[in-house]
């Protein structure tokens, strides 16, 4: 079965420089999700959106936009990277009203 | 507001023994959701188990098995017989529903340790 697809899946960025990560949602999944998982660290939530609305905002940083496209991917850009925003990056997707979201296997971005 | 608590920052336990880890839940919605995840050092999420909160029967899937109890907000979750390969973060998490389904959130997570 399809599965929620991230790329890159290894990214590595210099300070102050721009990274952009792309997820592909489980077919015909309206909703997707960011999550941002530091060292050690739970994942917490970063945004979602809603057929390509934003419908949530969590504890996402201003230097971060993410949107969601017409075929349902969703892009997460990240400017002025920072030596903290080193962290596992994961996208989940859902059909909206059911219980049960489907995380990809995570974009680790490592800034130095 | 929804809080997930994993009181057990790290555990270790010699193979083959059966082991517990807790999970006490807060949430003020009548209707949510419970999770397990596990992540292993490859670093994915593994989606483990989901109960809603009408359902408390305890579930059992080969080695693992949940005990949801509303009572006392607990969603705990035991595997017996444990294997090498059982190594991993378990993460338990909650989400509400508020019309549809609401994002997930984490507890702090448990690292599980199995000694051969």
């Known amino acids: 079965a399809a599965g929620v697809i991230q790329s890159p899946r290894h990214l590595i960025k210099e300070k102050r420089e721009t990274a952009t990560l792309k997820c592909y949602p489980i077919p015909r999944h309206d909703t997707v999700y960011w999550y941002q998982q530091g060292p050690g660290q739970d994942p917490q939530f970063l945004i979602s959106f809603y057929e390509k609305m934003q419908s949530d905002k969590g504890s996402i940083p201003d230097r971060f936009s993410a949107q969601q496209f017409s075929d349902y991917h969703s892009e997460l850009n990240m400017s002025s990277l920072e030596l903290g925003d080193s962290a596992l990056y994961f996208c989940a997707s859902s059909l909206r009203g059911l219980s049960e979201a489907f995380f990809g296997q995570g974009t680790r971005l490592t800034v130095v | 507001a929804q809080k997930v608590t994993q009181a057990q920052t790290e555990i270790s336990v010699v193979e083959k023994e059966d082991v517990t880890l807790d999970c006490v839940y807060e949430?003020?919605?009548?209707?949510?959701?419970l999770f397990w995840y596990k992540q292993p050092p490859s670093g994915e999420l593994v989606f483990l188990i989901r109960?809603?909160?009408?359902?408390?029967q305890n579930e059992i899937s080969g080695r693992y098995s949940w005990n949801f109890q509303k009572s006392t907000s607990s969603f705990n979750f035991t595997i017996t017989a444990s294997q090498v390969v059982d190594s991993a973060v378990y993460f338990c998490a909650l989400s509400e529903e508020r019309g549809s389904w609401d994002k997930i959130i984490f507890g702090k997570g448990t690292r599980l340790h199995i000694l051969p």
């Open positions: 109960r809603n909160s009408f359902d408390e």
């Open positions: 949430t003020r919605d009548t209707t949510y959701y």
